[in-house]
């Protein structure tokens, strides 16, 4: 499966996570991350990108266009 969030995770951020339990990546078959700490560190993460996906979304900072496009260019 191809969860774009998650390969970010991964990715970006787990390598400045610094886990030391030697657990690294490894997943339960429920999918949650075996160290408890990368796993409480993944939920945050998802919360932080469902909020931001969601501020995107009501448009409440009209200088970002991120979610829809007008037709004219991004004024960052």
């Known amino acids: 499966m191809n969860d774009p969030m998650r390969d970010l995770f991964e990715n970006m951020v787990y390598p400045s996570f ?3 339990s030697g657990h690294s990546l490894r997943r339960k078959p429920n999918g949650e991350y075996v160290s ?3 796993e409480d560190h993944w939920q945050t993460f998802q919360e932080g990108w469902e909020c931001a996906i969601e501020y995107l ?7 970002y266009s991120d979610i829809v496009s007008d037709g004219g260019m991004d004024p960052r």
């Open 18 to 20: 610094g886990v030391t």
């Open 57 to 63: 979304k009501t448009k409440e900072n009209e200088q």
């Open 36 to 38: 408890d700490a990368l």
